[in-house]
């Protein structure tokens, strides 16, 4: 099994960009299995490097009785069957720094959510894990701002960070993603991801967040034409419409091998 030293050396000196991609949030053993095999075969074939993503639960839900996800315990347990089966890094998101010690032992990166990419206890704690720490900027914060955020991971003797875009609040329910964040981020000297399905959402267009998902392919491909992203994270399911969480932006499996290979062409002819 790789380790997280391992997988950062593999991810900054690829040739083409590495993928984080799952269902936004844990839902069945069965659907996350599958996923998870199909996801390991495409990137296999096609080259790129791929971590494994899903939330065990969603503490940033627009509406009180949205699904959140499984819990800690039995999240988990399903993430470390998919690592030990099909020998894949995991990614998973934290929310309380009670959370950190327990998520480390499964998780190869630790994931700070936007709407908490300030709070300096939470990232700290994930830092002194020795994991890699991906920090997704939040939607109020400027890109060139984001030294201060991985600064609270490097003061901790962990430099193993990842610096996300994942679109900036403009007005209300739309985000709109400012493409020279990409190289402001990339001048702090760490990879640069862009999360192409959360820039997608219409933040608490309803009951639940609405989202423009024929857009995702346009931009994945336009940020990898733009050489300054590492790696794209695309939240991916069998069939969007009747996923738990996210509904409104996740793309459908099926897609995700055309999409990935129009990237690597854009990222080739570079």
């Not at 201060?148 to 610096?163: F, G, I, P, R, S």
């Not at 219409?202 to 940020?223: I, K, N, V």
Request: net charge negative.
């Amino acid at each position: 099994m790789i380790t997280p030293d391992e997988l950062y050396q593999s991810i900054t000196r690829q040739d083409l960009f590495f993928l984080i991609s799952g269902p936004c949030v844990i839902e069945d053993e069965k659907l996350m299995m599958n996923t998870a095999e199909f996801l390991k075969k495409t990137t296999e074939k096609l080259g790129i490097t791929l971590i494994f993503k899903s939330s065990y639960e969603k503490s940033n839900r627009t509406n009180f009785h949205s699904f959140s996800g499984p819990g800690m315990k039995k999240g988990l347990k399903i993430l470390r069957k998919i690592k030990e089966t099909y020998e894949l890094p995991i990614l998973t998101d934290v929310h309380e720094t009670e959370e950190v010690e327990e998520v480390a032992e499964v998780a190869d990166v630790i994931q700070i959510p936007a709407f908490l990419s300030r709070q300096t206890w939470l990232i700290s704690a994930a830092a002194k894990t020795g994991k890699i720490i991906n920090i997704k900027k939040g939607q109020f914060l400027a890109p060139e701002d984001m030294w201060q955020q991985a600064e609270k991971v490097t003061v901790n003797d962990n430099y193993k960070v990842m610096l996300t875009e994942r679109g900036t609040s403009f007005g209300y329910h739309n985000l709109v993603v400012d493409f020279r964040s990409f190289a402001m981020m990339k001048k702090l000297d760490f990879p640069v991801v862009y999360d192409v399905t959360h820039s997608m959402q219409r933040p608490s267009l309803t009951q639940t967040t609405g989202g423009t998902p024929e857009f995702a392919p346009m931009l994945a491909q336009a940020a990898i034409g733009s050489g300054m992203v590492d790696g794209l994270f695309i939240e991916a399911h069998p069939n969007p419409m009747e996923a738990l969480s996210d509904a409104n932006t996740q793309l459908p499996l099926s897609e995700i091998p055309e999409l990935l290979e129009r990237c690597i062409r854009i990222k080739k002819a570079l």
